[in-house]
């Protein structure tokens, strides 16, 4: 390893297990880098198996106690921890820009956000109900009760760290169970030292929550195949994630799972193209397209096509490129030069099959200038595939019905969008959308904290927030009461 006087974060060199601060055991280390300038922000040494296994039985053994614990004490830690947080806004802000590339902007949606889901915890905990029901059976009396799954395991990504672990974590917790959270080895200052650090600060009990950093070269599916863990959280790629299932069904645990998306911007021909354009630019551009539920295809009118063309160019060219630290930037640098090659191969091999290249942007070190390209086709590996980059993919149609089926000829469906003027209609093409989450006259980009979150198709399983967040980290356990001696019908 590195001296710690070239390391920015030099404080940031262990990991959080079974309430401890401690060096992971593993030969391998993590550098973790500014991606704009490629600072080194942190370097320490790696989970092993062991430290997992480790983590998974401290869990086990602090989730019971915290299950039984009242429903006001567990309340009363995600209150205080969403406290903190508002309090630690700007330091967490600061992280979020250093580590992951993320603007002034989109840094303060994902704190903002995560505030607001530990808020709504809070409430979880006074909603681990009992419901009394009736039954045939003269004399017995019929209980069905609400109760934590035990032990969750999660693995959460680099491009939104803190809020999607957060997502994780805070329902988890408030439920009664324990989490073991694996952070992205990109992020793991954001994605989980902060979080460990927050509910450490807010008086969590040690035990109830690991975070582990690791290379999945060493520690392969040991995260997912432990035996503690009854729920395994994952947010991340669809190809990732159909793993992930793959191997958690043979122990036939539950997953929770939000995937890829390939989201549609679509925009009819009675749409307002001046509100539509300012609405595509914010859910591409945001956090440079880096995000599951981005605009990936923007599918316009002919009537308004060319209109609409011009007009997100123009916008386009006002978009800020540059430092995360400037507060007027708005695309900053990509994560890794593994996905700028990936995104320069999709626009290379679309130019190649006839789409048209509206504005040419440029490729400097991590940092990529937007690219619009128009008549783009369903074909297109830059409309097939999420792009996860400030690249423009607009397609043009001819109706409202050839809309919803370009729309839903993707194997993705997590986010949309519609664009009209007469809001009923708007409504009746987001019910003919395959897709989890859609948004009459706005943007792809919408999180909060009590609705429900997640894809169909490839896009995932389940939900996460909201009321139906509580389905993914609890069980029902029927118990009858024969409160009278019963009469069977032979002895």
Same mark, same amino acid.
């Given at each position: 390893m590195?001296?710690?006087?070239?390391?920015?974060?030099a404080?940031?060199?262990?990991l959080?297990l %079974?309430?401890?601060?401690?060096?992971g055991?593993?030969?391998?280390?993590?550098?973790?880098?500014?991606?704009?300038?490629?600072?080194?922000?942190?370097e320490?040494?790696?989970?092993?198996?062991e430290?997992?296994d480790?983590?998974?039985?401290?869990?086990q053994a602090?989730q019971?106690?915290?299950?039984?614990?009242?429903a006001?004490?567990?309340?009363?830690?995600?209150?205080?921890a969403a406290?903190i947080l508002a309090?630690?806004?700007d330091?967490?802000v600061?992280?979020?820009?250093e =580590?992951?590339g993320?603007?002034?902007?989109?840094?303060?949606i994902?704190?903002?956000?995560s505030?607001?889901?530990?808020?709504l #915890?809070? &409430?979880?905990?006074?909603?681990?109900t009992?419901v009394?029901?009736p039954s045939a059976?003269?004399g017995?009396? $019929?209980?069905v009760?609400r109760?934590p799954v035990g032990? *969750?395991?999660?693995?959460?990504p680099w491009?939104?760290?803190f809020y999607?672990?957060?997502?994780?974590?805070?329902?988890?917790l408030a439920?009664?169970?324990a989490?073991?959270?694996?952070?992205d080895s990109?992020?793991p200052?954001? %994605? @989980? !030292?902060?979080v460990?650090?927050?509910?450490?600060?807010?008086?969590l009990?040690p035990g109830?929550?690991?975070v582990v950093?690791a290379?999945?070269?060493?520690i392969?599916d040991a995260?997912?195949?432990?035996?503690?863990?009854?729920?395994?959280?994952?947010? @991340?790629?669809?190809a990732?994630?159909?793993?992930? #299932?793959e191997?958690?069904?043979?122990s036939?645990?539950?997953v929770a799972?939000e995937?890829?998306?390939?989201?549609v911007? /679509?925009?009819?021909?009675d749409?307002?193209v001046? +509100? #539509?354009v300012a609405?595509a630019?914010f859910?591409?551009?945001l956090?440079?397209?880096q995000?599951?539920?981005?605009?990936?295809?923007?599918?316009?009118h002919?009537k308004v096509?060319?209109?609409?063309?011009e007009k997100f160019m123009?916008?386009? &060219?006002?978009?800020k490129?540059?430092?995360?630290?400037d507060?007027e930037?708005?695309?900053?640098p990509?994560?890794? =030069?593994? +996905?700028?090659?990936?995104?320069?191969?999709l626009?290379?091999?679309?130019?190649?099959?006839?789409a048209? !290249?509206?504005?040419? @942007?440029?490729? &400097?070190?991590?940092?990529m200038?937007?690219?619009?390209?128009?008549?783009?086709t369903?074909d297109m590996? /830059?409309?097939?595939?999420?792009?996860?980059?400030?690249v423009?993919?607009?397609?043009?149609?001819?109706s409202?019905?050839?809309a919803?089926n370009?729309?839903?000829?993707s194997?993705?469906g997590?986010?949309?969008a519609v664009?009209?003027?007469?809001l009923e209609?708007?409504i009746? *093409?987001? +019910?003919?959308?395959v897709?989890?989450m859609?948004?009459v $006259?706005?943007?792809?980009v919408?999180?909060?904290? $009590?609705?429900?979150?997640? %894809? &169909?198709?490839?896009s995932g399983?389940?939900?996460?927030?909201? =009321?139906w967040? /509580?389905e993914?980290?609890?069980? !029902?356990?029927w118990i009858? *009461? +024969?409160?009278?001696?019963?009469?069977?019908?032979?002895?």
């Amino acid at each position: 390893m590195s001296s710690t006087t070239s390391v920015k974060y030099a404080q940031w060199n262990k990991l959080y297990l %079974g309430g401890e601060w401690r060096s992971g055991t593993s030969s391998r280390t993590v550098t973790v880098r500014n991606p704009y300038n490629q600072e080194v922000l942190a370097e320490f040494p790696l989970a092993s198996v062991e430290d997992i296994d480790q983590a998974y039985r401290k869990a086990q053994a602090a989730q019971q106690g915290w299950a039984e614990e009242s429903a006001f004490t567990r309340a009363e830690v995600m209150e205080r921890a969403a406290s903190i947080l508002a309090q630690r806004k700007d330091e967490i802000v600061r992280y979020l820009v250093e =580590e992951t590339g993320s603007s002034q902007l989109k840094a303060s949606i994902e704190v903002d956000a995560s505030i607001g889901d530990i808020k709504l #915890a809070a &409430e979880y905990a006074h909603k681990m109900t009992a419901v009394i029901l009736p039954s045939a059976i003269p004399g017995k009396e $019929n209980r069905v009760y609400r109760t934590p799954v035990g032990v *969750v395991g999660a693995i959460t990504p680099w491009n939104w760290p803190f809020y999607l672990s957060i997502r994780v974590v805070a329902p988890a917790l408030a439920t009664g169970n324990a989490i073991v959270l694996k952070a992205d080895s990109q992020t793991p200052i954001t %994605g @989980g !030292l902060l979080v460990a650090d927050l509910f450490e600060q807010a008086g969590l009990p040690p035990g109830l929550l690991s975070v582990v950093v690791a290379d999945l070269d060493e520690i392969g599916d040991a995260m997912v195949e432990h035996p503690v863990p009854r729920v395994i959280s994952f947010t @991340g790629s669809t190809a990732a994630g159909r793993h992930i #299932a793959e191997v958690a069904a043979r122990s036939l645990r539950k997953v929770a799972l939000e995937l890829g998306g390939n989201n549609v911007f /679509i925009v009819l021909d009675d749409a307002d193209v001046d +509100q #539509a354009v300012a609405a595509a630019a914010f859910g591409k551009y945001l956090h440079q397209g880096q995000i599951c539920i981005a605009t990936n295809r923007m599918i316009v009118h002919r009537k308004v096509y060319d209109e609409f063309v011009e007009k997100f160019m123009a916008a386009t &060219e006002k978009v800020k490129v540059g430092d995360p630290a400037d507060p007027e930037t708005v695309i900053c640098p990509l994560i890794n =030069e593994r +996905q700028a090659k990936r995104i320069m191969g999709l626009i290379d091999e679309s130019l190649k099959m006839g789409a048209r !290249l509206v504005l040419e @942007g440029k490729l &400097e070190g991590l940092l990529m200038y937007p690219y619009i390209l128009a008549d783009v086709t369903n074909d297109m590996p /830059i409309a097939k595939n999420e792009i996860f980059g400030p690249v423009a993919a607009i397609l043009p149609v001819d109706s409202e019905e050839e809309a919803v089926n370009i729309a839903n000829e993707s194997d993705y469906g997590l986010s949309g969008a519609v664009f009209t003027g007469d809001l009923e209609r708007g409504i009746r *093409v987001a +019910q003919r959308i395959v897709t989890g989450m859609i948004h009459v $006259n706005d943007q792809t980009v919408n999180v909060e904290s $009590n609705v429900p979150f997640g %894809g &169909e198709k490839a896009s995932g399983i389940g939900r996460y927030c909201g =009321e139906w967040g /509580i389905e993914e980290f609890t069980t !029902l356990k029927w118990i009858s *009461v +024969q409160k009278e001696p019963r009469v069977y019908p032979f002895s």
